[in-house]
């Protein structure tokens, strides 16, 4: 069985740091996409960033570019987002998903990634 958690979440003020780490058991990061997706209450699920194991591509939605990045650690089955700058809108819970490919046609579409996480809440205050 595949599970995927999230950590690292918390409450934290604007201009602030958060590194969200997601685990993996029964499933290996190392040749699967990977995504981070957030939902705010009332939104639909967005993507935040990818990256796809293929070649390491990275994706980043326009509202996170410059302030959040995406990583892995083969070593460790985990993959993270760290998260500068934060801002009282990036307030959601924050999913990792995988997908079954090494890559994805749309990086931050939802609907190709297979596996998901709990979610882990982020909030900043202003």
Known sequence: ??????????????????????????????????????????????????IMSSDGSTYYADSVKGRFTISSDNAKNTVYLQMNSLKPEDTAVYYCAASDEDTVVKALSRVWYDYWGQGTQVTVSS
């Open 1 to 50: 069985e595949v599970q995927l958690v999230e950590s690292g979440g918390g409450l934290v003020q604007a201009g602030g740091s958060l590194r969200l780490s997601c685990a993996a058991s029964g499933f290996t990061f190392d040749g699967h996409a990977t995504g981070w997706f957030r939902q705010a209450p009332g939104k639909e699920r967005e993507g935040v960033s990818s």
